[in-house]
């Protein structure tokens, strides 16, 4: 059940959920086909491939995991089996945090009373949900442990929204921010950071609270970048755009799970954790999500402006001995290297769009990096 050895609790198991949009091939389009490409892919990956809210969306996840080479495996599978699934049906499937090209506004929504009682509640904010994350789910038995462990990773939200940007087009036209994913997600009543809280029973008498004032259908929409989840023993971290490789989810994970780590540690110490101010937090935030790795971050505790590199270096550096021990320190730095070699995937997808003007450019490049093992035929190219 762990990862090597430590004095303190065990190396917490960790997956995946990562969340794709469905494009055509002809025009790079998204289109609501994501219930064909969920059905030809089932038999490949069974449970781990499901819909979402939208019918643009298909969702992939990984089994719970000791290993991050084990969890980049299945990430590769998984990637690998909806691209084949929709390439079956004449179909792509693209990671990326927002459409680039098609009518997303408002999406189709699946059928169901869930989505209709989502639909009364939150009205035209239903509009603008054909987005992808990417969840990291930690293995956090302990409740009270658990809240205690994201009062500390608050502060690292925004850090970690730098990193996997890649949401800049939001469909048709370039909004100038790295991740527009997290600025219209950002518009509900329960997205962003969670309040920092004190105890599980906290925790939950805030979310019935919420429950109780209208904002939520039910505990499942609860959607703070940072939760207990409400199906699995862990502390899910939702912050993330779907990254374009399955690499990068990797490297987040390994990431994510060991700030989980450090922070248990000082938890474990009698720490629960600083209280931030909640303008500098919302700042850092709208700063990660417009500049991305390619600019200047805000120090959530000084205020201070602060290149986003070394910003991700200083969160690194902390989540260093958690990550050495775990074996995780090399994808880490090699990530960071791609990141300064290349930029995050806004930057990239941008640069694909820069090569000769056109955004089917940027849905090529996006579908190549998606799933590269996946041998694409020459008519698949968009014209």
């Not at 720490?271 to 500049?291: C, F, K, S, T």
Request: proline share 7%.
């Amino acid at each position: 059940m762990t990862v090597g050895q430590r004095s303190g609790p065990p190396i917490p198991l960790l997956g995946v959920e990562e969340e794709f949009l469905v494009v055509d091939t002809d025009r790079g389009e998204v289109v609501p086909e994501a219930a064909t490409v969920v059905g030809r892919a089932r038999p490949a990956l069974g449970t781990r491939v499901g819909g979402e809210i939208t019918k643009l969306q298909v969702e992939t996840r990984t089994d719970p995991c000791q290993g991050v080479d084990d969890l980049h495996g299945q990430l590769v599978e998984g990637r690998a089996a909806v691209q084949a699934a929709a390439l079956s049906a004449g179909l792509r499937v693209i990671a990326s945090g927002s459409p680039v090209l098609g009518r997303a506004v408002p999406p189709p929504i699946t059928e169901g009373p869930r989505q209709d009682r989502g639909t009364a509640t939150f009205r035209g904010l239903h509009d603008e949900l054909a987005i992808c994350a990417v969840h990291v789910h930690v293995e956090q038995p302990d409740r009270d442990r658990a809240v205690l462990i994201g009062n500390h990773l608050r502060q690292h939200l925004p850090a970690l929204l730098a990193l996997t940007a890649n949401s800049p087009y939001w469909p048709e036209r370039d909004t100038g921010y790295a991740s527009w994913r997290s600025v219209t997600w950002g518009r509900w009543p329960v997205a962003g950071p969670p309040p920092f809280l004190t105890s599980a029973r906290k925790y939950d008498e805030h979310v019935d609270m919420l429950l109780d004032a209208g904002a939520l259908v039910d505990q499942g929409t609860i959607f703070w970048d940072l939760r207990l989840s409400t199906n699995h023993p862990t502390l899910e971290v939702r912050v993330a755009d779907v990254p374009l490789t399955a690499a990068e989810s990797a490297a987040l994970a390994a990431l994510v799970r060991a700030l989980v780590v450090v922070a248990g540690d000082a938890v474990d110490g009698g720490d629960e954790g600083p209280e931030l101010v909640p303008e500098l937090l919302r700042l850092a935030y709208w700063r990660a999500a417009r500049d991305g790795m390619g600019g200047h971050g805000v120090d959530v505790t000084t205020g201070r402006l602060l290149p986003a590199a070394a910003l991700a270096e200083r969160l690194v550096a902390l989540a260093r001995p958690a990550l050495d021990e775990a074996g995780d320190g090399e994808r880490v730095e090699a990530w960071l290297g791609w990141l300064a070699a290349d930029g995050d995937g806004a930057t990239r997808q941008r640069a694909a769009a820069a090569l000769r003007g056109r955004l089917t450019d940027v849905v090529d490049e996006i579908v190549a990096q998606t799933a590269p093992n996946v041998p694409m035929s020459e008519e698949s190219t968009l014209a």
